[in-house]
Nanobody
Framework: QVQLVESGGGLVQAGGSLRLSCAASGRTFSSYTIGWFRQAPGKEREFVAYISGSGSSTRYLDSVKGRFTISRDNGKNTVYLQMNELKPEDTAVYYC???????????????WGQGTQVTVSS
């Protein structure tokens, strides 16, 4: 069992930065891939980034490459999403999720946080 809690969302102007955190409970945190997904109003949930349990493998949505960085601190059971050069189209509810394989498919993630709102004004 893994419980996930996101934090760090908020309102920011275009070009600004935010850092999201995903804090997890459970002694086997380092065995899980952690993914970030987002869902904008009226749109389907989309993959943003993932990081493997060891942190050695990452993958990003093309539109966030070079702007977002995912990292993890297994000693603190926390994954971070550093978001720079934010754009209005990044506005969405951001969710972190845990999976026991490397995947960009939301359906493979069995554990989800409650989400945190990110709003980017133009």
């Amino acid at each position: 069992q893994v419980q996930l809690v996101e934090s760090g969302g908020g309102l920011v102007q275009a070009g600004g930065s935010l850092r999201l955190s995903c804090a997890a409970s459970g002694r086997t945190f380092s065995s899980y891939t952690i993914g970030w997904f987002r869902q904008a109003p009226g749109k389907e949930r989309e993959f943003v980034a993932y990081i493997s349990g060891s942190g050695s493998s990452t993958r990003y949505l093309d539109s966030v490459k070079g702007r977002f960085t995912i990292s993890r601190d297994n000693g603190k059971n926390t994954v971070y999403l550093q978001m720079n050069e934010l754009k209005p189209e990044d506005t969405a509810v951001y969710y972190c999720a845990a999976c026991q394989k490397l995947s960009v498919v939301a359906g493979f993630y069995g554990y989800w946080g409650q989400g945190t709102q990110v709003t980017v004004s133009s």
